[in-house]
């Protein structure tokens, strides 16, 4: 503010004497005193802040809303130039509003702002009438606009984040005039319709020729239904995009009445859910898909069980039969039977009782692959001693040599893992038959992943273990049954067994200096009171 | 032996022609010298037990032991249990049923059904003799049977 004009005279407070041109002509001193002293008041009572400036740049008269506002006194904002209390930033503009007025034109709602007392600064918003020449003061009045300010400020802060969520949530809005029933949209809105450029015009009946044809009535009783009930809305539909592809939208509105309760509006959303909507999709068409395996293998399941069923009847009975025939045919003829005659009947009734032990093996393995698996904590000190209780009538005169270790506890079905070792240990058994010194060792080997590497080892007849292969198929044989009994099925029920709990088996051995078979069972968290045992 | 002044009669029921002969041999065998009366399907041991059909005329009351095979054509063995356990005439004649398989779920079924034993065949000759030689001695001989009905009429 100019420094080089004169500076105001006039009391602290200020005299009207100063500011009145056009004051009432007054009869009596009395009266004007009155005048004055009722016009006093009115100046003060004023809420917006009123001043009068002079050429000089301080203030020459105000009211008590400025002293309110800013929270200086009145003295103190008499004692520096208006210049002082604007906050830097608005010297400039400050400066350049003055001088309009000056220049005789009217300033209107000019903002900036003014130091309080507190350290803060304050909106206002300024009306000054042009200053006509020959006048060396100014006249004006201010507003305190902060509240306005914050609440713009706050304002223009949600939209801005609200224009983030949109973004981010690749939503776009709209808004619906329920008259002309034209729309302005967010350009995100007419993208998701396949629109890169903004349209130009956009209508209720745009969207719904949008809307897939199948679909279309349906949203369109919907909105329907939303303006009539002036609720909100809320549907998913099919639209064909500008470009013909085929996408999932969802569409939220809400209608906002006027005041006299017509709808006259409806705001809304839309948003492209086509990623989503396939998503959804492939999960109910795999969980489908799953179902309906589930359902095969039940069936595959249920056809094996009739099968064996049938298998175990119908191919049993010929065989009872036969071996009864035979038998009933010793009886009939008695000692006239020679003796060759005797020997076939013989080897009739034997390959009978053998065919029967292969069915019975066959069903068995059959089994072990579709009856469900109880899982426990298995011991395997108790179920190595209770294989070879069971083994004792062949282990009796033996002289075995037996090394088995402490063993540790593994989770598995009992039953299962009884046969898997009752066999191998079985065969240890068998193989190690034409040795003077038979030794059978049963130990533990690494452990890897949760799962305990379990051995059983002997100094039997072995084998040659370029067929290693063949020894876990089933009905493959690497001895002659003259020489160990057998249908050779065990070990593919033990390989059945180990693979179904989650562990492999595989063998060492060489011809003559016995076998080893290594297998792998998942260990059991130790119970607390193995623990305490060790 | 009972005091009965009719014949205790075996009641068997087998689509088996061979099966029948080798039971009705190892009966003999065994010396169970009870009458054995076979019947070859389950729809004929019912006329046979409700004295009705090709039986109408037939020796009245219910046999003391029934030996029943499962696999049968038209009405197989488990219908004919249930039958026979269902009838309150009927209920309390001893059914043993004789199959030639563990297989399928045969076994839990007849026990719900009211069987009194369930013996799988042994596929030799003299083990089977055996096992019916046992079950003749046990549920012909050695059991007491309830106090004899007259045979159920249809």
């Keep these: 503010m100019p420094h080089e004009t004169q500076r105001a005279t006039g009391s602290e407070s200020g005299t009207w004497s100063t500011a009145g041109r056009n004051r009432p002509a007054a009869t009596s001193v009395e009266e004007l005193r009155s005048q004055h002293a009722e016009m006093e008041r009115f100046f003060d009572m004023a809420l917006d802040m009123i001043c009068v400036v002079g050429t000089d740049g301080y203030f020459k008269k105000l009211n008590a809303a400025w002293e309110k506002t800013l929270g200086f006194t009145k003295a ?256 009939a003829a008695g000692d006239q039977l020679p003796e060759k005659a005797a020997r076939y009947l013989d080897v009739i009734a034997d390959a009978g009782r053998q065919m029967g032990q292969l069915i019975d093996d066959l069903l068995a393995f ?55 070792f009752a066999n191998l240990i079985g065969n240890s058994v068998k193989y190690t038959g034409p040795r003077e010194r038979p030794e059978i060792e049963i130990g533990i080997g690494p452990r890897e992943a949760g799962y305990v590497t379990l051995f059983i080892r002997d100094n039997g007849v072995g084998f040659d273990m370029q067929f290693a292969d063949k020894l876990f198929g089933v009905f493959q044989r690497l001895h002659t049954t003259s020489e160990f009994e057998g249908t050779g099925i065990g070990l593919a029920n033990v390989r059945r067994i180990i693979t179904r709990h989650g562990g492999r088996i595989w063998p060492e051995a060489e011809v003559g200096k016995g076998a080893t078979f290594f297998f792998t069972l998942e260990e059991a968290m130790a119970a607390p009171h193995d623990a305490a045992e060790l | 032996m009972n005091m009965m002044t009719h014949v205790r009669r075996i009641l068997l029921v087998e689509d088996s022609p061979q099966d029948a002969e080798l039971t009705r041999e190892a009966l003999i065998e065994n010396n169970v010298t009870n009458g054995l009366d076979h019947v070859s399907d389950g729809a004929a041991a019912l006329d046979y037990l409700h004295c009705r059909g090709a039986y109408a005329n037939r020796e009245n009351g219910n046999p003391t032991l029934i030996l029943l095979d499962l696999k049968m054509p038209k009405m197989d063995g488990t219908e004919v249990l249930r039958q026979i356990k269902g009838d309150p005439k009927l209920r309390t004649i001893p059914v043993i049923v004789m199959t030639s398989s563990r297989e399928g779920p045969d076994i839990s079924h007849c026990y719900e059904l009211g069987v009194n034993a369930f013996v799988v065949k042994p596929l030799a000759f003299g083990e089977f003799a055996e096992a019916v030689k046992t079950i003749g001695v046990f549920w012909v001989m050695l059991n007491e049977p309830p106090a004899p009905m007259p045979a159920a009429q249809s």
Aim: charged share 30%; with cysteine; glycine share 6%.
């Design chain 1, 366 to 420: 059959s089994r072990i692959g579709r009856t469900e698996m109880q899982r426990s904590t298995v011991n395997l000190d108790e179920l190595v001693q209770g294989c070879l209780l069971s083994l004792e009538s062949q282990i009796r005169d033996r002289n075995i040599l037996w090394r088995i270790a402490p063993l540790p506890a593994v989770t598995g079905d009992r039953a299962l893992l009884r046969q898997a």
């Design chain 1, 76 to 331: 103190e904002l008499f004692a520096r130039p208006l210049m002082e209390f604007v906050h830097p930033d608005d010297h400039a503009v400050s400066m350049a509003e003055l001088q309009k007025v000056r220049r005789g034109v009217d300033v209107v709602s000019f903002e900036n702002r003014l130091l309080h007392r507190d350290g803060s600064h304050r909106w206002l918003s300024w009306k000054a009438p042009a200053i006509p020449p020959g006048q060396d003061f100014m006249y004006a009045t201010a507003r305190d606009v902060t509240e306005n300010k914050r609440a713009e400020e706050e304002l223009r802060g949600s939209q801005t984040r609200l224009k983030l969520a949109l973004d981010a949530a690749e939503i776009g809005d709209w808004e619906l005039n329920l008259e002309t029933e034209t729309a302005s949209r967010s350009p995100k809105h007419d993208q998701i319709f396949g629109y890169d450029e903004t349209q130009q015009e956009w209508t209720y009946a745009t969207f719904l020729a949008h809307v897939h044809p199948e679909d279309r009535e349906r949203v369109d009783g919907k909105f329907r239904e939303c303006v009539a009930s002036g609720g909100n809305s809320y549907f998913e539909c099919r639209i064909i995009r500008s470009d013909g592809a085929e996408r999932h939208i969802w569409v939220r509105g809400s209608v906002y009445p006027d005041e006299a309760g017509r709808s006259m509006r409806m705001l809304g959303m839309v948003r492209d859910i086509t990623d989503r909507k396939l998503a959804e999709e492939s999960v109910a068409r795999l969980g489908a898909e799953a179902i309906q395996r589930a359902a095969q293998l039940e069936a595959a399941n249920k056809e094996m069980e009739a099968f064996s069923y049938s298998v175990s009847h119908d191919l049993r009975a010929p065989l009872r039969h036969v071996q009864g025939y035979v038998e009933l045919l010793k009886k």
